[in-house]
T-cell receptor, first 115, second 116 residues
Framework: NAGVTQTPKFQVLKTGQSMTLQCAQDMNHNSMYWYRQDPGMGLRLIYYSASEGTTDKGEVPNGYNVSRLNKREFSLRLESAAPSQTSVYFC??????????????FGPGTRLTVL | AQKITQTQPGMFVQEKEAVTLDCTYDTSDPSYGLFWYKQPSSGEMIFLIYQGSYDQQNATEGRYSLNFQKARKSANLVISASQLGDSAMYFCAMRGAGAGSYQLTFGKGTKLSVIP
């Protein structure tokens, strides 16, 4: 099992360009998440998908859109990139169990720089 | 709102010694979960251990144990017999158990350096 995979690993964009970050999981998980990690900080939730066909905003959704393409795949789109979106982006997935013990497993991350 | 505080930006430990990484939390949820993740220099986030707020015993996973003191709202990670490969950033995180409580709230992390 590959777990959670993300593409690309690195990306450099110019201000105003758009791009889509791809995420896939092979653990048959129901829930998927997108986080960003900025220097000196923990991760902050951008969007999540509790189950196939649903998406919801997290703590920092502005400037992003998401698509839950199917149970395996959850993409994050930047329509018009800004320097403030320079960050490391992590995708995660979990079984989607009720309660607090639903462990999230993370992909390797995408390091994005917006010039 | 939930909050995680990790007060140790950096820690050093001698190889083969034990080390405790501190984590305190604040939440109004009666039921919640606490997690620790490891982030090596390669960047990935690796799940280490989980403790539920109603669990009677402290969680253990191999060399990792969680010292959970509910009244003090602390969930410290203890690593026994440190190894060079334990050098990494360590993040404490929590989530609630209520409907819609999907977000993990993270602390700012502690950088652990293991000295040979």
């Amino acid at each position: 099992n590959a777990g959670v995979t993300q593409t690309p690993k690195f990306q450099v964009l110019k201000t105003g360009q758009s791009m889509t970050l791809q995420c896939a999981q092979d653990m048959n998980h129901n829930s998927m998440y997108w986080y960003r990690q900025d220097p000196g900080m923990g991760l902050r939730l951008i969007y999540y998908s509790a189950s196939e066909g649903t998406t919801d905003k997290g703590e920092v959704p502005n400037g992003y859109n998401v698509s839950r393409l199917n149970k395996r795949e959850f993409s994050l789109r930047l329509e018009s990139a800004a320097p403030s979106q320079t960050s490391v982006y992590f995708c995660a997935s979990s079984e989607g169990l009720a309660g607090a013990g639903d462990t999230q497993y993370f992909g390797p991350g995408t390091r994005l720089t917006v010039l | 709102a939930q909050k995680i505080t990790q007060t140790q930006p950096g820690m050093f430990v001698q190889e083969k010694e034990a080390v405790t990484l501190d984590c305190t939390y604040d939440t109004s949820d009666p039921s919640y979960g606490l997690f620790w993740y490891k982030q090596p220099s390669s960047g990935e986030m690796i799940f280490l251990i989980y403790q539920g707020s109603y669990d009677q015993q402290n969680a253990t996973e191999g060399r990792y144990s969680l010292n959970f003191q509910k009244a003090r709202k602390s969930a410290n990670l203890v690593i026994s017999a440190s190894q060079l490969g334990d050098s990494a950033m360590y993040f404490c995180a929590m989530r609630g158990a209520g409907a819609g409580s999907y977000q993990l709230t993270f602390g700012k992390g502690t950088k652990l350096s293991v000295i040979p």
